[in-house]
T-cell receptor, first 115, second 117 residues
Framework: NAGVMQNPRHLVRRRGQEARLRCSPM?????VYWYRQLPEEGLKFMVY????????ESGMPKERFSAEFPKEGPSILRIQQVVRGDSAAYFC?????????????FGPGTRLLVL | AQSVAQPEDQVNVAEGNPLTVKCTYS??????LFWYVQYPNRGLQFLLK??????LVKGSYGFEAEFNKSQTSFHLKKPSALVSDSALYFC???????????????FGSGTRLSIRP
């Protein structure tokens, strides 16, 4: 039973480029969450999605950031026109719908470095 | 708003000694509390959670946590520390919107646990 998968594990981009981070939830999980961890800091919530719906995007920056979780395929976190301040570890988590949804299981993260 | 606080940035313990990592919370309604551990360059691993029931919750790797409502605390404990327990530990609380059983988790700032041989 594979856990939460994220790719790539490491991503290097130059300022102004686009970054696409992918997350495949655990089998049977329909809820996906994205968090960002800046160096030496805790995790900050960004967005919560269910299939084809954004449920809570209160932690998403207003510009350049977007997320989707299509009916088929992984969830995508997209950062347009990256800046150095976007350098961080981005973690995806998933949970099942219904009972047990309070526990989230995390992927290994994507470490984004913006040059 | 829900929040958790971890008052210690770092905790140092000798191997074999008991360890405690502190966490206090502030919630409206019933708290859903968690502990996660993060090893270097890895994702977070779930250790344990308190939803309801017994105040002493047992989790992975011999860890346990005690929910104390009067002190609004949820300290993580282990009777005998191992060098391999050295990692970054996060206390967390689940946001509790009325409309969903699933919602975002709010993390504390983390406590770095260092176990010396």
């Amino acid at each position: 039973n594979a856990g939460v998968m994220q790719n790539p594990r490491h991503l290097v981009r130059r300022r102004g480029q686009e970054a696409r981070l992918r997350c495949s939830p655990m089998k049977g999980h329909s809820h996906v969450y994205w968090y960002r961890q800046l160096p030496e800091e805790g995790l900050k919530f960004m967005v919560y999605l269910q299939k084809e719906n954004i449920i809570d995007e209160s932690g998403m920056p207003k510009e350049r950031f977007s997320a989707e979780f299509p009916k088929e395929g992984p969830s995508i976190l997209r950062i347009q026109q990256v800046v150095r301040g976007d350098s961080a570890a981005y973690f995806c988590a998933s949970s099942p719908g219904g009972p047990g949804s309070e526990t989230q299981y995390f992927g290994p993260g994507t470490r984004l470095l913006v040059l | 708003a829900q929040s958790v606080a971890q008052p210690e940035d770092q905790v140092n313990v000798a191997e074999g000694n008991p360890l405690t990592v502190k966490c206090t919370y502030s919630v409206s309604g019933n708290p859903y509390l968690f502990w996660y551990v993060q090893y270097p360059n890895r994702g977070l691993q779930f250790l344990l959670k308190y939803i309801t029931g017994d105040n002493l919750v047992k989790g992975s790797y011999g860890f346990e946590a005690e929910f104390n409502k009067s002190q609004t605390s949820f300290h993580l404990k282990k009777p005998s520390a191992l060098v391999s327990d050295s990692a970054l530990y996060f206390c967390a609380v689940r946001d509790t919107p009325y409309y969903s059983s699933a919602s975002k988790i709010i993390f504390g700032s983390g406590t770095r646990l260092s176990i010396r041989p």
